[in-house]
């Protein structure tokens, strides 16, 4: 099993439509777990993380944390042309480098 | 801000050449990373360095090496590059241990010819 799996895409939606980014992880000892965002020819960019079950919202974004089913979503609402992009997702472990998922490619369709 | 400055956006070296891919962070950060990255592939980690003078190889080292001289500075040789290391290299710092939040430069894109 990969350490983090994510589906690559490309995940299509509306514009104002509700966009939903899903992260399964298989290290049972990650204890938070960060999205980057990586627009096309440029660096990722840290967006959120969460660390405890449940949800943590900022904006229109909401991150989705279920440990025991090792499963973490990101939620995008309100969805803009501007939020097309390549959405990854990197559980953190303590004292090792983070490991990211190969992204979802999310395409805004105005 | 933290800002990584990778020296060059764009790079065309020839097969065989050494190449020297430099990345500078100004936060006083302790870790700093490299990897690479492919379509399909996502992001690797080539080396880190938790310390000066310290490096740890990540999960696709062969045909690379690291040094860390000064604490702001980390670069990444090409002993004698080729065609397959082609690719898009990310460097990235962090404050604490190798699972804080990293921050990127804006990438080094290396064609080998």
């Known amino acids: 099993q990969k350490e983090v799996e994510q589906n690559s895409g490309p995940l299509s939606v509306p514009e104002g439509a509700i966009a939903s980014l899903n992260c399964t992880y298989s290290?049972?000892?990650?204890?938070?777990f960060f999205w980057y965002r990586q627009y096309s020819g440029k660096s990722p960019e840290l967006i959120m993380f969460?660390?405890?079950?449940g949800d943590k919202e900022d904006g229109r974004f909401t991150a989705q944390l279920n440990k025991a089913s090792q499963y973490v979503s990101l939620l995008i609402r309100d969805s803009q042309p501007s939020d097309s992009a390549t959405y990854l997702c990197?559980?953190?472990?303590?004292?090792?480098?983070?490991?990211f998922g190969k992204g979802t490619r999310l395409s805004v369709i105005a | 801000d933290v800002k990584v400055t990778q020296s060059s956006r764009y790079l065309v070296k020839r097969t065989g050449e050494k190449v020297f891919l430099e990345c500078v962070q100004d936060?006083?950060?302790?870790?700093m990373f490299w990897y690479r990255q492919d379509p399909g592939l996502g992001l690797r980690l080539i080396y880190f360095?938790?310390?000066?003078?310290?490096?740890e190889k990540g999960d696709i080292p062969e045909g690379y090496s690291v040094s860390r001289e000064k604490k702001e500075r980390f670069s990444l040789i090409l002993e004698s590059a080729s065609t397959n290391q082609t690719s898009m290299y990310l460097c990235a710092s962090s404050l604490y241990g190798g699972g804080d939040i990293q921050y990127f430069g804006a990438g080094t894109r290396l064609s080998v010819l």
């Open positions: 360095s938790y310390d000066v003078k310290m490096k």
């Open positions: 290290d049972r000892g990650s204890q938070s």
């Open positions: 969460i660390y405890s079950n």
């Open positions: 990197a559980p953190k472990r303590r004292n090792t480098p983070l490991v």
């Open positions: 936060m006083d950060h302790e870790n």
